[in-house]
């Protein structure tokens, strides 16, 4: 089992910046495949990016590629989300994804969630 809890949210305009860490405790990060879903009210997890174990292959949504990096360090059990050129629509609460069996792409495949930090960009 591994417990994840996720930071950095917060409020920016829009075209800014934000940088969202996970930190995972519990077990060796290392054997989990990752990922970041978003969340609005009343809506399903939007996948948004996932990377492989060691970090060697990254994968975006259509909706946030070339905006958004995904990146791990196994040394810190830190995963991270880079957001630049930010727009309204991506205003959601954003959630770290885990899955040992294989990269999180849908949220049927997650297999551990945070509880979420909330991204807000104004126009």
């Known amino acids: 089992q591994v417990h994840l809890v996720e930071s950095g949210g917060g409020l920016v305009q829009a075209g800014g910046s934000l940088r969202l860490s996970c930190a995972a405790s519990g077990s060796t990060f290392s054997r989990f495949a990752m990922g970041w879903f978003r969340q609005n009210p009343g809506k399903e997890p939007e996948y948004v990016a996932a990377?492989?174990?060691?970090?060697?292959?990254?994968y975006y949504a259509a909706s946030v590629k070339g905006r958004f990096t995904i990146s791990r360090d196994n040394t810190k059990n830190t995963l991270y989300l880079e957001m630049n050129s930010l727009k309204p629509d991506d205003s959601a609460a954003y959630l770290c994804?885990?899955?040992?069996?294989?990269?999180?792409?849908?949220?049927?495949?997650?297999?551990?969630w945070g509880q979420g930090t909330q991204v807000t960009v104004t126009t």
């Open positions: 994804a885990a899955s040992a069996s294989r990269v999180p792409g849908s949220r049927e495949q997650v297999e551990y």
């Open positions: 990377i492989t174990w060691s970090g060697g292959s990254a």
